[in-house]
């Protein structure tokens, strides 16, 4: 990438999709949460989402991985797909936390689908940690 001499770019996160994106519908977002907010409930994407932390610190969990805190200035991804969103909650008791989120998801289908308590019970071994029989 050519810039000119007095511009200059970090790269945050590159990632290679597992399953080609086709022609997504494409939204950005900015998401605050007020200190200590659970965010969204569990959801997932039909499609990959990228997001930034503008400010604060976001608990992040997807379905197989471990929470992991994301801190201001650092980036993030998800698959979509059937991958279960547990977690993007605010770490700071006292504090907020806002981020960027560009999702990119299939044509005709919504951006976020909730997931059923009957689901969360079906597949809860596939949450990182638990080894419980489905």
Known sequence: MDLAPSSTFTVLDHVTPER???APDVMTITIELQPGAA?????RHSGAVFGYVIEGELVFELEGEPARV???GEAFWEPGGDVIHYQAANNLPDGYTKFVAVMMCQHGHEMLTYVSDQELTARRHLRYGNHAAA
């Open 20 to 22: 080609p994106l086709g």
């Open 39 to 43: 965010g969204a409930a569990p959801h």
């Open 70 to 72: 994301i801190a201001a």
